[in-house]
């Protein structure tokens, strides 16, 4: 009587391929870790069973020192630790390669590489369902570079590579009733796609305005660059960039004459 027992217990998910609406499929992240056959659920819940004590501690050991600051206030706190929910609760897509294609496998926790950590995805909201949207990328790019710094490169690389492609189809604008290309050629993508289409190449799924003339997006592109760059010192990454800031100022010059 009067005694007390702690009962843990996971809910754990083997889905290993994530399926977008026209049908492309590409490995979920943890793939490098588990294999991609979707029998390692046993493996998973043991995983997190024994190790999630230790998550906790870095956990802790991670807040501590913002959350024990007497000079921060407790709003900028609050804003800090619980707005990265949207990190992972933001229909995120996390994956290392297409389907049928060989992943290769992790040889730890800390072999992560440029080449190795795939490609990241997330939505603009729950009701805006488009992937890495740009112009508000600006502001949430923050977290990633200075938490997951090799995730917001790797998204970077999306959108260096989506803004020197072209798609001529015509798109149906909704605010002026005609129609534009739904991608130009040097002007910077407004987002990477949406999930019933084919992300990565098929962008710019907002169809309200011609975002190829949106005057922020080619500034803010330039400005994410090098602030990506001072904070990593990635000097291949801003040297693969450069040319690509190069065709964003040359798009942002344009609206001016």
Same mark, same amino acid.
């Given at each position: 009587?009067?005694?007390?027992?702690?009962?843990v217990?996971?809910l754990?998910?083997?889905?290993?391929?994530?399926?977008?609406?026209?049908?492309?499929?590409?490995?979920?992240?943890?793939?490098?870790?588990?294999?991609?056959?979707?029998?390692?659920?046993?493996?998973i819940?043991?995983d997190?069973?024994?190790?999630y004590?230790q998550?906790?501690?870095?956990?802790?050991n991670?807040?501590k020192?913002?959350l024990?600051?007497? &000079?921060l206030?407790? #709003?900028?706190?609050? %804003?800090?630790?619980?707005?990265?929910?949207?990190v992972? @609760? /933001?229909?995120s897509?996390?994956?290392v390669?297409?389907?049928?294609e060989?992943?290769?496998?992790?040889?730890g926790?800390?072999?992560?590489?440029?080449h190795?950590?795939?490609?990241?995805?997330?939505?603009?909201?729950?009701?805006?369902?488009?992937?890495?949207t740009?112009?508000v990328?600006?502001?949430?790019g923050?977290?990633l570079?200075?938490?997951?710094?090799?995730?917001?490169?790797?998204l970077?690389k &999306?959108?260096?590579? #989506?803004?020197?492609? %072209?798609?001529?189809r015509d798109?149906h604008?909704i605010? @002026? /009733?005609t129609s534009?290309?739904?991608?130009?050629?040097g002007?910077?993508?407004?987002?990477?796609?949406n999930?019933?289409?084919?992300?990565?190449?098929q962008?710019n799924?907002?169809?309200?305005?011609?975002?190829?003339?949106?005057?922020?997006?080619?500034?803010?592109?330039?400005?994410?660059?090098?602030?990506?760059?001072m904070?990593?010192?990635?000097?291949?990454f801003?040297?693969?960039?450069?040319?690509?800031?190069?065709?964003a100022?040359?798009?942002a010059?344009a609206?001016?004459t």
């Amino acid at each position: 009587p009067g005694e007390t027992k702690e009962i843990v217990f996971t809910l754990t998910w083997d889905q290993p391929i994530c399926r977008f609406g026209l049908g492309a499929g590409y490995y979920r992240r943890y793939t490098r870790f588990y294999g991609n056959d979707g029998l390692a659920i046993q493996k998973i819940t043991m995983d997190a069973m024994f190790q999630y004590p230790q998550w906790e501690r870095m956990i802790v050991n991670w807040q501590k020192p913002i959350l024990s600051d007497p &000079d921060l206030p407790l #709003s900028y706190k609050g %804003a800090l630790f619980n707005e990265l929910y949207y990190v992972t @609760a /933001g229909g995120s897509v996390w994956v290392v390669g297409k389907e049928g294609e060989a992943i290769e496998p992790s040889h730890g926790n800390d072999d992560d590489t440029s080449h190795n950590i795939g490609k990241f995805l997330y939505l603009e909201s729950q009701e805006y369902l488009m992937y890495n949207t740009y112009d508000v990328h600006f502001y949430a790019g923050f977290a990633l570079i200075m938490l997951w710094p090799l995730l917001e490169l790797s998204l970077q690389k &999306d959108i260096s590579t #989506s803004t020197m492609e %072209a798609d001529d189809r015509d798109m149906h604008l909704i605010f @002026a /009733g005609t129609s534009s290309k739904r991608k130009v050629k040097g002007a910077v993508p407004h987002d990477v796609g949406n999930p019933g289409e084919d992300p990565w190449h098929q962008v710019n799924s907002y169809n309200v305005q011609d975002v190829s003339r949106w005057k922020d997006l080619p500034s803010k592109y330039v400005l994410q660059i090098y602030r990506d760059y001072m904070l990593t010192q990635d000097k291949q990454f801003l040297a693969d960039s450069w040319h690509v800031c190069h065709a964003a100022i040359e798009k942002a010059i344009a609206f001016d004459t």
